[in-house]
């Protein structure tokens, strides 16, 4: 089963490119600080803009900052904010679905109910409304983008707990007299697990998305080192200075393609019935 | 079994009005929330001047009701917003409702010329990657539409007036003058005073931010309209129309688009929610005088008012336009077991 699947998304040409873009991505994030060829924020001298030259790749703001060293470290911000807020909606989601699901009854209709209202708002309009009771930062915004993200998980995970929750094995474990909590860890967990692996693939693609588009309205604070809030610092300079907003929405498209690509090849790949 | 279903579907409207209440509560208590989470006295100051005396932030906290405690508040905020009261903008002292009033059309006109982009860009594209299926543009289009989910949409605003403003002469900030507003829809007014001009230029400045806009709505549609039409054309009745002999636009046409029209228009009227409550990037790069920018450079401005207003106003079209659109799909389809 396991071979097969990995056999199954080696063969798609499209997976194994966002998986190489996925990885790039990973490297520039981690390694940003060894990669990058100047600090980030340190501005080189009171000079113009420079364009880009094999000094300065991307060349360099109207500060005097080298963009080539910053879009490596916005690279570190984008992987921040997708891991923390996608880990948000991925548990709050995994808790509140399987427990829908598991208990059934009021508890399920509660809580589903609940995520009826959740997915009521635009998304980026409940983004906006939690940003503004937090305060702007890019905490507010890794919250905001994770609680966006919850009712996709809970439902995902609700439906695969129903799928499962009375097959025989579970019943025949249950009858057994084991505890909910271990039927739920040894039965139910992972039988969610390809769904929830291939939802967060492809949820980090738009978390990136949504994130950058709240920093670029200046949700984000001020002067961070973020994809979407460079945008916005060089949107005025596009005519002249067309590399400083090329640079940072390439980087952007780039990471989320990688993420949507990697994504679509995953649930290809785990869960053949969703086959497109 | 017919009266189970009916029932069944029945339940279903009744469930989906039911929850309407809780859920336009929901929306407004936590719009409320933004201006309650602002401690009241920050609130005193910002909506005056810098420096006031300490009696007058008191007597400002209390004129407004922001020394009373959190559910009397609430109801305070919910009746007057019931009444069409939702504040004043600190920043000009205009109250929110009028202004909301005047830019809600901007944004149903912007959304409403998107949706119409990207329903025929994507329906065409959806149907002809359907009927050729893995040729080459089949794959073109998967990929378009893949570069539709994947690139920002404020990105491409911004290269799209840059490129546009350096090579192509027509007008891309704003929304133009239409002549005399009736409807605030500048395209509908202008044609109504017989002003061509004017809505040659209306049109001219609609056209970029709404392709820009329509990038993902036309993806999603691209991709709905590709699986429903080869779920379509797999079908008994079509295979039959074919060995009938009828001409193939007509089997595309009257058979198999017909049929497969369904989920193509539930996902256009979803979008059209999302259009409506969406539009903050784009507005806000193209100038576009609608409720999006409003709320963002109320947002940056610290202006609460106009964000908790606007946010209540999209908000609120947006669940009333997707129950809309479930409600159509449960009486337009009969096999629909909706739960």
Partial sequence: MRNRAIRTFFRSKTGVLGACLVFLFLLAALLAPVLAPFDPEHQIDGKESQSPSSHHWLGTTPLGEDMASRILHGARTSLKVGVISVAISCLAGLFLGVIA??????VDTLIMRAIDILMAFPSILLAITIVSILGRSLHSIMIAVGVVGIPVFARQVRASVLAVRELEYVTASRALGAHASRIVLRHILPATMGPVIVLTSLRIATAILESAGLSFLGLGGEAILEWGTMLAENKDHYARLPHLVLAPGIAISLTVLAFNLFGDALRDALDPRLHR | MVDAQAASGTSYILRRLLLLPVILGVVALSTFLISYSIPPRVRAVAALEKHISEARIQSIIRENGWDQPFLDQFLTYLHRALQGDLGRSVVNREPVASAIRRKFPATAELALVSLFIALLIGMCLGIASATRRNSWIDYSSALLALGGLSIPVFWLALIAQGLISEYVNIPLLGRGDPGTV????????????????????????????????????????????????????????????????????????????????????????????YLLGGAVLTETIFDWNGLGSYVAQALLANDFAPVQGGVLVMATTFVLVNLSVDLLYARLDPRVKLG
């Fill in chain 2, 182 to 273: 009736r409807t605030g829809l500048y395209l509908l007014d202008s044609l109504l005073a017989g002003d061509l001009a004017a809505f040659g230029d209306c049109f001219q400045r609609l056209l970029v931010p709404a392709t820009v806009l329509a990038t993902v709505p036309m993806a999603i549609v691209t991709r709905i309209t590709r699986a429903s039409m080869l779920d379509v054309l797999g079908a008994d009745y079509i295979r039959t129309a074919r060995s009938k002999g009828l001409p193939r636009a007509a089997i595309l046409l009257r058979h198999a688009l017909k049929n497969a029209a369904l989920p193509i228009l539930t996902i256009a009227g979803l979008q059209l929610g």
């Fill in chain 1, 101 to 106: 699901g598991y208990r059934g009854g009021w």
